[in-house]
């Protein structure tokens, strides 16, 4: 038992502390648990279950599904219309935004849904003069609690249903709790609604430009290549690596003709205006050495950096100007600028790089990349297509418009409607129901088969496989058997709908910083066990836990949704707390009487 808990505290501190991936980290618990069999009861056949588990085998599948229902644009048609509805009233835009999110996430994993419907939140939010900021935590915080609508809400729900199946067989149906679902995101929408405006601070500007946004002013310069400059009669690329100064060429003005990306095989030539990014210390460094003229300081639009309008074709290459956000299962997490190669891969220049409320300017090239950073990108319209179709990437616009299969958008809902409602009526379980929805899709042509694995976000798979081992040693161990008895011995006094409520408040509280179905796979053999001793009703208590793992509003770490989140809001870390934990406590509140009402203690 005590090496069950080093390892659990070992695993909870990586969580939190991050230094490798939550996957790395979920898989090299199951490696410590078969290691140390003797004193975790777990053999190699049990550590490597988790990958033949029907949760993670339907979590993936799940995957498929989803991917499958957004290459059909279902997400963006609801936004045309919601955009339409909606005009230019806040309260009804902030209303649609919140039912959408929250509706979509009880049949679609939730974060593709809030992938799609940043840049649109975005692009409302500026044409209705609104800071952004006021709509992207109501986004975030709606499809969390939109996933406690159906089993498939998220990933988290068939992990814990397939953790209930195994100690007191019974797994949760389809619509086992779409009522405590629909009462949690009604009473949640109308506190976003009422609240969220009053408490979310304008981080951004409702009217301001991406260069103000970003702070570009004084990171821009021109400057005019002399006839003596060694840059004359060099390429881009030779230009950029052959001098030891950090600077980025942004554009080349040449005969009034502006040339965006690509650039690197560009040669300059003498009388070249260069439009540079770099510190002022640096283009005057530049200027000694290099033989360029600096020109009168101009405060760069987003017009200027992006040839717009009837200026395109007499400009030359068509640019624009946009934020590109970086998902937490982006491959390029982890990677740098420079070793992702970003420039010449994407024919695409990053101007800066915001981080939460922090903007940074120079050396970016050697910043390691985070989920949830945004860059700020100009690149051609192809370009930009091109990194709104790459699921390494959000592009916070809606200016890259990807091809959708508006066709196949019946076959899609009729597929993901089967597949909900054979399971809901108990033909087949739901393991066996994804699993034929996710071939229906590649044989109807909604998906191509090459499109498969990119649809499933492996480290979630990954993750799922090596935590379900933990919950096993934990039960068999007697680990969460002990846990449970001192909680019972502190609660004693208490009625068992305060003890459920204890329940979901603490497991509520170690989701915010560690993962929502770390915390399931830890909780959930605790609370059964707590119910057994005190006489509870232990389904009630699974449900407690199930529900509070999905309920991250305290952190921008807590769940990936808010971590998306965070930087195109200009989120500063206390905004979360501010709005989620009033909701927290509203909905420990809400989700306790509720389950106690329905399904008694």
Same mark, same amino acid.
């Given at each position: ?418 597949? *909900? /409602? %054979?399971? @809901? ?8 129901? &994804?699993?034929?929805? =996710? #071939?229906?899709?590649? +044989? ?81 053999? *605790? /609370? %059964?066990? @707590? ?8 389904? &009630?208590?699974?449900? =407690? #836990?199930?529900?509070? +793992? ?52």
């Amino acid at each position: 038992m005590l090496v069950v808990f080093g390892i659990v505290l070992l695993a909870l501190a990586l969580f939190i502390t991050a230094p490798v991936p939550i996957d790395v980290t979920a898989i090299a618990v199951m490696v410590a648990l078969i290691v140390l069999e003797p004193w975790t009861g777990i053999g190699p056949a049990d550590g490597v279950s988790g990958f033949a588990s029907s949760a993670t085998i339907t979590v993936l599948m799940m995957f498929v599904l989803s991917e499958g229902i957004r290459k059909t644009g279902l997400v963006q048609i609801v936004s045309a219309r919601i955009s339409a509805f909606a005009g230019d009233d806040e309260r009804k835009l902030l209303g649609s935004i919140i039912g959408v999110s929250g509706l979509s996430s009880g049949f679609i994993n939730n974060t593709p849904v809030v992938a799609i419907m940043i840049p649109m939140a975005s692009d409302l939010a500026r044409r209705v003069t609104v800071s952004p900021s006021r709509f992207m935590i109501p986004l975030s915080f709606a499809s969390m609690m939109g996933g406690m609508l159906t089993l498939i809400g998220t990933s988290t729900n068939i992990l814990a249903s397939d953790v209930s199946a195994r100690l007191i067989g019974r797994p949760f149906s389809m619509f086992e709790f779409t009522s405590l679902g629909a009462l949690v995101l009604v009473v949640g929408s109308l506190y976003l609604l009422v609240a969220a405006p009053r408490l979310l601070p304008d981080r951004l500007p409702a009217e301001g430009e991406l260069t103000e946004e970003f702070e570009m002013a004084d990171y821009l310069t021109e400057v005019v290549v002399r006839e003596d400059s060694p840059f004359v009669g060099r390429t881009v690329r030779e230009a950029i690596e052959g001098e030891e100064f950090e600077f980025d060429l942004v554009q080349l003005v040449r005969d009034g003709e502006v040339f965006g990306e690509p650039l690197a095989q560009k040669t300059i030539r003498p009388g070249d205006v260069l439009v540079v990014r770099t510190g002022r210390d640096t283009v005057v460094d530049i200027i000694d050495v290099e033989g360029v003229d600096l020109l009168p300081h101009v405060a760069f639009t987003d017009a200027d950096l992006a040839a717009d309008g009837a200026d395109r074709t007499e400009r030359g290459t068509e640019q624009d100007l946009v934020e590109v956000m970086i998902p937490p299962d982006s491959s390029l997490v982890g990677e740098t600028l420079s070793s992702a190669n970003f420039r010449d891969r994407y024919d695409a220049t990053v101007l800066a790089l915001r981080r939460g409320p922090t903007v940074l300017h120079r050396r970016m090239d050697h910043v390691e990349l985070r989920g949830g950073d945004t860059l700020l990108v100009q690149a051609s319209r192809g370009s930009i297509e091109r990194l709104g179709a790459n699921r390494d990437f959000v592009v916070g616009s809606e200016v890259a418009r990807a091809e959708y299969r508006r066709s196949k958008l019946p076959i899609a809902l009729a597929i993901v409607a089967a597949v *909900v /409602a %054979v399971a @809901a009526l108990d033909l087949y379980p739901i393991l066996v129901t &994804s699993m034929a929805g =996710a #071939v229906a899709m590649v +044989a109807t042509g909604v998906l191509r088969p090459t499109e498969l694995y990119d649809a499933i976000d492996w480290s979630v798979i990954f993750m799922l496989a090596g935590l379900i081992p933990l919950g096993m040693a934990m039960e068999r161990t007697g680990a969460a058997a002990f846990l449970a008895g001192h909680v019972v011995a502190n609660t004693t006094a208490f009625d068992a709908v305060v003890v459920l409520g204890v329940f979901y408040l603490f497991t509520a509280l170690i989701t915010n910083v560690v993962s929502n179905n770390a915390s399931v796979v830890l909780m959930i053999p *605790v /609370a %059964v066990d @707590a119910a057994n001793r005190i006489g509870a009703n232990e389904f &009630s208590f699974v449900l =407690a #836990v199930t529900f509070a +793992a999905s309920s991250a509003m305290l952190t921008p770490i807590g769940y990936q949704t808010n971590l998306m989140v965070y930087a195109p809001g200009g989120y500063r870390f206390a905004d979360f707390a501010r709005v989620g934990a009033p909701l927290q406590l509203i909905l420990a509140v809400v989700t306790t009487l509720g389950i106690a009402l329905i399904w008694g203690v």
